[in-house]
Nanobody, 120 residues
């Protein structure tokens, strides 16, 4: 099972930025896909962004498109989520997950999550 560790969460004011990291030591980057998800209190988990290492494609939810950017550093086996123009509604626990394909990420391994709080 792939182990994932998120970091980079914190408290930020609206319109500010944060960069989340998802470290996956020993992860076969060339074969899998990684996604970022979030869950706010009382709400269902939401897919935020995904990256497929087989073809390099990236995907974003409409709620973050144009504000968030997913990227990766294969040498460091780390995936990043750069979050700009943050809004209070972005407040949530953010999780990264790894799966064999972008469509099966949720069935794979999950990190423990990192809290992001955006104040107005």
């Amino acid at each position: 099972e792939v182990q994932l560790v998120e970091s980079g969460g914190g408290l930020v004011q609206a319109v500010g930025s944060l960069r989340l990291s998802c470290a996956a030591p020993g992860f076969p980057f060339d074969e899998y896909a990684i996604g970022w998800f979030r869950q706010a209190p009382g709400k269902e988990r939401e897919g935020v962004s995904r990256i497929s290492f087989s073809d390099g494609r990236t995907y974003y939810s409409d709620s973050v498109k144009g504000r968030f950017t997913i990227s990766s550093d294969k040498a460091k086996r780390t995936v990043y989520l750069q979050m700009n123009s943050l809004k209070p509604e972005d407040t949530a626990v953010y999780y990264c997950a790894a799966g064999i394909t972008v469509d099966t990420i949720e069935e794979g391994s999950w990190g423990q999550g990192t809290q992001v709080t955006v104040s107005s």
